[in-house]
């Protein structure tokens, strides 16, 4: 009998399967209905671009998508299949000025204009969305079969269905252009320098006609890095053709940035200086090709690195093939595009860029603000590359965006930092003072404590436009700033914020009506920030970008507002400021080099018209020369210079702590003394140059490798014009507690005489223990044989005769005890102790007891060994080991401490310092550029020939530790020959090292600094004229 409640679950399982079984043969039979394909006639299509063999461009498979809001950019390529799209306007930049050729021997012939494979967004449109062109498919295969193939067309399908094509089902989501925030109007827009530029003096020096032995030399080392320049390249192409960098040990790719093909556009203008124009030609195509407004990759731009590769990069290759006469205008087009995605990171209230800028529309769209904690060379090292993009294309928008960041840096420089001139490594860029409000309290309270008498009195230095605003209306005014207290009063509804008002205060009754106190509180112009309502609402129009500008240009803070967007919080404007309270740190080296590199060289893109890059880097020279440049200590007393790295808490005379430290990044700062020493005609900032790149030269050939570490530091000399190598004080630099290794080896044997000693003691102890024990054996024995005799004794008490008692006598000693001592149980003492007992057998005169007599027959050997053992605890002596004497566990001896001269040398073999170094903590070397960027800054400015040579023999240590089989690696440990090698090659080793290594060797005016000046990844912009 079936049991229904029992298998009630299966019955419905086994229904509900049925169910679904029948719903599956029904959706079949639809499916089969749509089998049939549709007629597909076949669209006559040229091949699609091709950037090298084996390699096809991305036009081949992407396909522009709707992004999240439904809305669509302008399409940047051709369809995938080949066909043209509907043509898309570009924006009519206006003319820029025809850049004449300068004296330099690069191949600047006109070409005829590349087609680019994609069309340009329009910038100045891009807020509005464009209607995608119909795309005509064929029809699609089912949906099982469009899963297994991943969404991508079939351009090899099976007999029979030659016409069926699948597409992607997946969104692609890409940027758009967002209405702005907080705007800029066309009429505050900061514009662009004009007038005809200012006479600066020469940078490079008046080289001669070189002989025909010199030019040989030079030429053959030109070519040879020409061939490491073909090898890096072609490495690129074959493997990591349109991704960010090649990967030349594996020969993978690698994408760090946002897949752009940041090694293709880095190295776009090298290619042309090294005349390598069909490599050029080829990557120009290929630049066409990338969609700026999509990242595979990351969701965020990292901005200034995409700045000084992608926009730089993209410019630099513009100005070198010719500018608007080259032929080349899709460079400028590409950088325009991207130009307008970067725009975005300076919609925040104080116009300061978001540094790392969510580009996805859905973030795009969000206010944002500038962060605390960022570096001051990614918000200082803009400025080059949209002042040129603003130069080319006549925008002063471009060169606004990045001008008020350098006019906050003037406004901080002049408000004064802990160390003059020069800003710590960390800057607050938010606009907004956190703490404004309880600074003021602080202050308050801190008048009461001080003056009692006038507690509310206004403190020392507080002028009450701190926080004030321009005078508006209001009813009453108060006589004294100070004459008020803040007042929380409630919101008018329900679920409104409460706001803060002030009300007048009586100094010493209270609070009383501000108009008692103010005679013409009838008036209604009268204003005061006393009564004023702090701003609760979204300020209308420029409102928060006019209140910054009006702080940073006129040197005084506003009255705090709020912006609705980002909730109830008041700001308290402020300019830049440190990242937090506390430590600071100040130095030339990474996260703050560029920023200063680009005072100079913005002073000559500008033609000398803007004189804040001046007087900003004037300061900066004056602080690096008083604060951070110091002499090292080096064997040969070699003349030399480096940057060091302080840290202070604000009081710098009495708090900073420095770190002599030698940076590779720090290297660039030879050439950046060494042209603004000549622009600025500082002959002393000359000098200082060329020491500081011969300081960076030492590094390299200090190393076993030839090649300068990372990270270093090394002894600084006490007086920097009469040093001498001294090896006694490296090695005191290398030992930091010198001077107490003789107290420790004194100690050391003190403490081992010591232990020499009690160790004697303890062997006393240990044979008086021996003895103890063996002692105890024989009692022992003893004892136990006296047992025996009493328990005989006491079996044989009813035996009274003599003959009885002898036969037990003689009984006892065939049992093996003749001559034992024994007694009764019982025996009679006299007075004296002494036993009265005429029997000759038992012991005589020995003192006992009752006591005695009970003890020894009831707890026989167990309390013996108590009594012992307590015995010996009272003596204090060691507790007997439960193993033998032999098996004692063996104490390791202490060990020596070294002494000063063994402690070098153990670090010296370990470390593998050099001579005058003290530690080396980074032991990589990335391909950077700086050092060799510095020395072809000193062969250009001096013409010496000496810095060739070392140049060489940088070259020929670097390529010898790098070069690989398809480019070259970055390596692990430069005091390592054949260190491992790190499998990386980063862009700039392209876009910089390599370029400044065959500038070295190219004619003087191949890229002329009195033509050029280069960003801080060495892409060259044309200087007016």
Request: charged fraction near 25%.
């Amino acid at each position: 009998m079936l049991r229904i409640r029992r298998y009630r679950y299966f019955v419905v399982f086994a229904a509900l399967v049925l169910f679904l079984l029948y719903r599956v043969t029904k959706d079949s039979e639809q499916w089969e209905g749509l089998s049939t394909p549709l007629p597909f006639t076949p669209i006559n299509k040229s091949p699609p671009e091709v950037g090298h063999a084996g390699a096809p461009s991305r036009a081949d498979t992407a396909v522009s998508q709707d992004d999240v809001a439904g809305s669509r950019s302008a399409p940047l390529y051709q369809d995938a299949r080949g066909e043209e799209q509907a043509p898309i306007k570009i924006p009519n930049l206006k003319s820029a000025p025809d850049i004449k050729p300068g004296k330099y021997d690069l191949p600047t012939t006109t070409k005829p204009p590349i087609k680019a494979t994609q069309e340009v967004t329009q910038n100045t449109e891009a807020s509005k969305t464009t209607e995608a062109p119909v795309i005509d498919i064929p029809d699609r295969k089912t949906p099982h079969d469009e899963w297994n193939n991943n969404g991508k067309h079939n351009h090899n399908p099976p007999a029979g269905r030659e016409g069926r094509m699948s597409t992607s089902t997946t969104t692609t989501i890409h940027w758009s252009k967002q209405p702005e925030h907080f705007p800029v109007f066309s009429d505050s827009i900061i514009p662009l320098p004009t007038g005809k530029p200012k006479s600066v003096p020469k940078i490079q020096h008046a080289f001669h006609e070189e002989t025909a032995e010199a030019r040989q030399k030079r030429i053959h080392r030109l070519n040879k890095v020409k061939a490491e320049m073909e090898r890096a390249w072609t490495g690129y192409k074959t493997y990591a053709w349109m991704h960010d960098e090649l990967s030349p040990v594996t020969k993978k790719s690698r994408d760090p940035f946002c897949g752009w093909a940041a090694t293709l556009v880095d190295s776009l203008d090298t290619l042309w200086i090294m005349g390598m124009k069909d490599e050029f030609e080829e990557a120009v195509k290929a630049v066409a090709n990338i969609d700026f407004t999509y990242s595979p990759q990351r969701a965020e731009i990292p901005v200034f690195e995409t700045t000084i590769r992608y926009l730089g990069g993209l410019l630099g290759a513009y100005d070198v093939s010719g500018g608007k006469a080259g032929g080349y205008n899709i460079l400028l087009d590409k950088a325009v595009e991207l130009a307008e995605i970067l725009m975005g990171v300076f919609d925040t209230p104080n116009r300061m860029p978001v540094l790392y800028y969510h580009w996805k529309p859905a973030h795009a769209s969000q206010p944002k603000r500038a962060e605390t904690g960022i570096s001051i060379a990614e918000l200082g090292s803009l400025a080059m590359e949209f002042t040129r993009l603003a130069q080319v294309t006549q925008e002063d928008k471009y060169y606004d965006a990045v001008a008020r960041i350098t006019d906050a840096f003037e406004d901080w420089q002049n408000r004064g930092t802990s160390i003059p001139g020069i800003f710590p490594e960390r800057v607050d860029a938010t606009g907004c003072n956190r703490t404004a409000a309880a600074d003021a309290a602080a202050e308050l309270a801190k008048a009461v404590i001080d003056q009692p008498q006038g507690a509310l009195d206004t403190p020392e230095g507080y002028t009450g436009r701190e926080y004030s605003s321009r005078p508006s209306k209001s009813k009453t005014s108060p006589a004294h700033a100070s004459d008020s207290e803040f007042v929380v009063v409630p919101g008018e509804k329900e679920g409104r914020p409460s706001k803060g008002e002030f009300h007048a205060l009586d100094r010493r009754s209270g609070p009383v009506e501000m108009a008692q106190d103010a005679p013409s509180a009838e008036k209604p112009n009268d204003s005061s920030f006393a009564e004023k309502k702090l701003q609760s609402k979204k300020p209308k129009g420029p409102a928060p970008p006019e209140i910054y500008q009006k702080m940073m240009r006129n040197q005084q803070t506003s009255e705090p507002f709020n912006i609705e967007e980002f909730g109830t919080d008041y700001c308290f404007p402020q300019g830049l400021a440190p990242a937090a309270w506390g430590s600071e740190s100040y130095s030339m080296g990474g996260s703050q080099d560029s920023t200063y590199e680009y005072f100079p060289k913005q002073f000559l893109l500008l033609g000398g018209l803007e004189p804040k890059y001046k007087s900003m880097h004037l300061k900066v020279a004056d602080a690096v020369k008083k604060w951070l440049l110091y002499r090292p200590m080096v064997p040969g007393d070699r003349d030399i210079l480096f940057s060091a790295k302080l840290s202070t808490r604000g009081h710098p005379e009495k708090d900073v702590t420095t770190q002599f430290e030698v940076t590779h990044l720090t290297c660039f700062i030879g050439g950046m003394f060494g042209m603004a020493g000549k622009i600025f005609e500082d002959t002393v900032d000359v000098e200082i140059g060329k020491k500081l790149t011969d300081g960076c030269v030492w590094a390299y050939e200090s190393m076993p490798t030839g090649i300068m570490p990372e990270g270093a530091s090394v002894v600084p000399c006490s007086n920097v014009h009469d040093c001498h190598w001294n090896e006694t004080v490296w090695q005191q630099y290398l030992d930091p507690l010198w001077d107490t290794r003789d107290l420790q080896i004194q100690d050391f044997e003190l403490r081992q005489a010591e232990l020499k000693k009690l160790k004697a003691e303890m062997k006393q102890d240990e044979l008086r223990r021996e003895v103890k024990a063996k002692t105890f054996v024989e009692e022992d024995e003893e004892e136990e044989a006296r047992r025996s005799w009493k328990a005989t004794v006491v079996a044989d008490e009813s035996v009274d005769s003599a003959a009885g008692y002898q036969a037990k006598k003689q009984k006892g000693e065939s049992a093996g005890t003749p001559n034992l001592r024994k007694r009764k149980m019982n025996p009679i003492t006299d007075d004296d102790g002494v036993e009265t007992s005429s029997n000759d057998n038992l012991p005589p005169n020995k003192k006992i007891s009752y006591q005695e007599d009970e003890d020894v027959s009831t707890r026989a050997g167990s309390d013996k060994i108590g009594q012992h053992l307590q015995g010996e605890l009272k003596l204090g002596a060691a507790q007997i080991p439960l193993t033998d004497a032999d098996d004692t566990a063996v104490v390791p001896e202490p060990a020596r401490p070294l002494s000063h001269e063994e402690y070098v040398e153990n670090r010296l073999k370990t470390e593998k310092l050099p001579p005058g170094f003290v530690s080396i903590n980074h032991r990589r070397y990335i391909l950077r550029p700086e050092a060799i960027e510095s020395v072809w800054y000193m062969y250009r400015i001096t013409g010496d020939t000496k810095w060739q040579e070392k140049g060489w023999r940088m070259f020929e240590a670097i390529i010898s530790a790098t070069q690989t089989e398809a480019g070259h690696s970055a390596i692990n440990d430069v005091l390592t020959p054949n260190s491992d090698q790190v499998n990386e090659m980063e862009s700039f080793w392209l876009a910089e090292t390599l370029k400044y290594f065959y500038l070295l060797y190219s004619a003087p005016d191949v890229i002329s600094l009195d033509e050029w000046v280069l960003n801080t990844e060495a892409h060259p912009f044309k200087r007016p004229t």
